[in-house]
T-cell receptor
């Protein structure tokens, strides 16, 4: 596609439920990032995929968070047993090769609200 | 820990004036810094990258400087317009580190 696509754009869930957020990166981009942005805050790094390498999961806040990237393209971020503090905008970004200094192309994000 | 700090949460200026936003980094020496613009409800959009051996970079009305002695980058918007109103983020994407952003409001 023309840009990074994220779905759904909004998700409202109840505390304790599991949610899946989807990211479709720009075609041909080998690097994919997930970030979390709480209201009025900067971006918090969650996880990074580069090609077929093992993902960098160092930013995942707890074992309730996981992500996978199938076929080197689409990625899914899963949050199990959601908590109210998980409410935030989840942003996905991709870059062509993952080299240092490459600009990130972001999607519009998924606004997650946990009631 | 490695940090990027943007000192001002908000900056209000009059149309036509120059906006200057500050980004400071601590506990490391990034080889480059990037600046992004974020509008409400949207993801950040890349504006400029400046490397540590570049003192200044320009793009249209935008100018970025990098001072490794002060550990600081300055982002300038000259002849500002209401359409420049947005949140501007400083980042070192190699470490996936972003500042909290400065929200600029340009008043007509």
């Amino acid at each position: 596609g023309a840009g990074v696509s994220q779905s759904p754009s909004n998700k409202v869930t109840e505390k304790g439920k599991d949610v899946e957020l989807r990211c479709d990166p720009i075609s041909g981009h080998t690097a994919l990032y997930w970030y979390r942005q709480s209201l009025g805050q900067g971006l918090e790094f969650l996880i990074y995929f580069q090609g077929n390498s093992a993902p960098d999961k160092s930013g995942l806040p707890s074992d309730r968070f996981s992500a996978e990237r199938t076929g080197g393209s689409v990625s899914t971020l899963t949050i199990q047993r959601t908590q109210q503090e998980d409410s935030a905008v989840y942003l996905c970004a991709s870059t062509p090769g993952g080299a240092g200094g490459e600009k990130l192309f972001f999607g519009s994000g998924t606004q997650l609200s946990v009631l | 820990s490695q940090k990027i700090e943007q000192n001002s949460e908000a900056l209000n200026i009059q149309e036509g004036k120059t906006a200057t936003l500050t980004c400071n980094y601590t506990n490391y020496s990034p080889a480059y810094l990037q600046w992004y613009r974020q509008d409400p409800g949207r993801g950040p959009v890349f504006l400029l990258l400046i490397r540590e051996n570049e003192k200044e970079k320009r793009k249209e009305r935008l100018k970025v400087t990098f001072d490794t002695t002060l550990k600081q980058s300055l982002f300038h918007i000259t002849a500002s317009q209401p359409a420049d109103s947005a949140t501007y983020l400083c980042a070192h994407t190699g470490k996936s580190t972003f500042g909290d952003g400065t929200t600029l409001t340009v008043k007509p």
